[in-house]
Every structure is written in structure tokens, then in C-alpha cells.
């Protein structure tokens, strides 16, 4: 079992920058893909980034790329997302999620979930 903590959201104008963390208990995690997940308000959730362990791959959706980075710290159990140069539409419940997918930009086979924090970019 995994325990999932994100942390990190909050307001922050266009432009700006914020750096999600994501903080795993439990099991080891150091063998999970490690992703991002976003949902808007009335918007399905859509992938973000992801961290595959096997391979050290990493993938970002188009919307996010060249300005959202990815990157894990196995020693402390934790998953990073550096996000810059904001914009509004970034404005979402941003989740971590841990498991083994065959997509890793897809959310089947991510068993572990944290509860989300919120995001907002202003204009």
C-alpha cells in the first residue's frame, strides 16, 4: 500500500511559477511510474507528467511541455512538479498517482492516488 501527499498549490499570478511535491509512504515506491494528473471545474481529468522508473523516461501532455518539469527524489519519497510560466488555464486540482500503466500518460494502472491540491492562476 501507498500513501499519497501532494502539497504546494496555491494562488500565483500568470507568468508565475509554483512547485508541486508529492510525498509517498508505505510501500517503496522507488518501482512505480510516478504521474500528474489536473482536473478544471466541470472538465475531465487529464494527464500532466509522468516519471517512468523503468527506463527513467519521462512524458508530458503538449500543454504543459517546455514549461512543467518532472523529477523524483527516491531517497525522500517524493515526486516533484516544477511548473512555470503559468497561465490561467492551468487552473485545476492537481494529483499524484503511483502505479505500474502500460500508458503512462493514461490513468488505467495508477492504483495510488493522493487527494489533490488546488491550483489557481490568475490573469
Known amino acids: 500500500q501507498v500513501q499519497l501527499v501532494e502539497s504546494g498549490g496555491g494562488l500565483v499570478q500568470a507568468g508565475g511559477s509554483l512547485r508541486l511535491s508529492c510525498a509517498a509512504s508505505g510501500r517503496t515506491f522507488n518501482t512505480y511510474t510516478m504521474g500528474w494528473f489536473r482536473q478544471a471545474p466541470g472538465k475531465e481529468r487529464e494527464f500532466v507528467a509522468a516519471f517512468r522508473w523503468s527506463g527513467g523516461n519521462t512524458y508530458y501532455a503538449d500543454s504543459v511541455k517546455g514549461r512543467f518539469t518532472i523529477s523524483r527524489d527516491n531517497a525522500k519519497n517524493t515526486v516533484y512538479l516544477q511548473m512555470n510560466s503559468l497561465k490561467p488555464e492551468d487552473t485545476a486540482v492537481y494529483y499524484c498517482?503511483?502505479?505500474?500503466?502500460?500508458?503512462?500518460?493514461?490513468?488505467?494502472?495508477?492504483?495510488?492516488w493522493g487527494p489533490g491540491t488546488q491550483v489557481t492562476v490568475s490573469s
Open positions: 498517482a503511483a502505479g505500474t500503466p502500460l500508458i503512462a500518460t493514461a490513468s488505467p494502472g495508477y492504483y495510488y
